[in-house]
């Protein structure tokens, strides 16, 4: 069975920066491509950051500048590191993992800023 488990979210001035990681068990292909998406109250959710196995990364224009994504593919394990908040930055960030033959979600990690 796969578990993708995020961590890091919380409260933060707007300014501030928070730090997300996404934690992966069970058969989750190292080929996998592995991003974050959030999605805030009463909206859709959207994509924030992709990484792929080699590495090559995808940004929305809202975050471009501010958020890193990394990924350690060793464990399977995916960071955010969000910079400059801002208080429209306010979600649930949900991490995920996906291939042709599958396509996993965390249970979201909460992330509030404040103006």
């Known amino acids: 069975q796969v578990h993708l488990v995020e961590f890091g979210g919380g409260l933060v001035q707007a300014g501030g920066s928070l730090r997300l990681s996404c934690a992966t068990s069970?058969?989750?292909?190292?080929?996998?491509?592995m991003g974050w998406y959030r999605q805030a109250q009463g909206t859709q959710r959207e994509l924030v950051a992709v990484v792929t196995s080699d590495g090559s990364s995808n940004y929305a224009d809202s975050v471009k500048a501010r958020f890193t994504i990394s990924r350690h593919n060793a464990f399977n394990t995916i960071h955010l590191q969000m910079n400059n908040l801002k208080p429209e930055d306010t979600a649930v960030y949900f991490c995920n993992a996906r291939s042709p033959l599958y396509n996993y979600w965390g249970q979201g990690t909460q992330v509030t800023v404040s103006s």
């Open positions: 069970g058969d989750i292909s190292r080929q996998s491509t």
